[in-house]
């Protein structure tokens, strides 16, 4: 049971270019979330799903797209990196009960 | 958006000194829960709160669900220098029909060895 995992761990990007956040999750939770973590601005809500086909967004969702194609997985896609993207990003999920489990981040950095 | 006001946002304290945070809103909540971050990692959950009053602890960590249902605070004794990291608490509101997490903006606590 690996919980929450998110790959990869660290990426640069160039402004424009394009990426994948990759997240999976082995509970069976209905729930997922993508968050971005900047300092001082504590974790941001990005998109969300309540389940496999199911999403919308969050506070900052500009620039960040989500699909929910399965139940394990809940990508973020960035189409053209801005350097505003600069974060930390974090997946959660979670199941029946509010009690929320965070993969271990994505660094990533837009020059 | 909606956050939880989180106090204090720091924390420099000596090993063995005991830690107390708190949250407080103008919301009423359903679900209070405080969570650790290391330096590097993902928040990791501590202690969950699902009633008003309700007071559970998890070794040297106590935390408390307000009665008012406005507020929580935790509390960690005998503090460590394997304490230090950020903490941050979440709640879920009683109104609407949603399930999303309200997030305090965390309280950073390093330990004096």
């Known amino acids: 049971n690996a919980g929450v995992t998110q790959t990869p761990k660290f990426q640069v990007l160039k402004t424009g270019q394009s990426m994948t956040l990759q997240c999976a999750q082995d509970?069976?939770?209905?729930?997922m979330s993508w968050y971005r973590q900047d300092p001082g601005m504590g974790l941001r809500l990005i998109h969300y799903?309540?389940?496999?086909?199911?999403?919308d967004q969050g506070e900052v969702p500009n620039g960040y797209n989500v699909s929910r194609s399965t139940t394990e997985d809940f990508p973020l896609r960035l189409l053209s990196a801005a350097p505003s993207q600069t974060s930390v990003y974090f997946c959660?999920?979670?199941?029946?009960?509010?009690?929320?489990?965070f993969g271990p981040g994505t660094r990533l950095t837009v020059t | 958006g909606q956050q939880l006001n989180q106090s204090p946002q720091s924390m420099f304290i000596q090993e063995g000194e005991d830690v107390s945070m708190n949250c407080t809103s103008s919301?009423?909540?359903?679900?209070w829960l405080w969570y650790k971050q290391d330096p590097g990692e993902g928040p990791v959950l501590l202690i969950a709160?699902?009633?008003a009053g309700e007071l559970t602890s998890n070794g040297r960590l106590t935390a408390q669900f307000g009665i008012t249902r406005k507020d929580s605070f935790l509390n960690i004794s005998a503090s460590i220098p394997s304490d230090v990291g950020i903490y941050f608490c979440?709640?879920?509101?009683?109104?609407?029909?949603?399930?999303?997490?309200?997030w305090g903006l965390g309280t950073s606590l390093a330990v004096n060895p």
């Open positions: 959660a999920s979670r199941g029946t009960v509010d009690e929320q489990y």
């Open positions: 509970m069976n939770h209905e729930y």
């Open positions: 799903s309540v389940g496999a086909g199911i999403t």
């Open positions: 919301s009423i909540f359903n679900t």
């Open positions: 709160l699902y009633k």
């Open positions: 979440a709640g879920r509101l009683r109104a609407g029909n949603n399930r999303k997490l309200i």
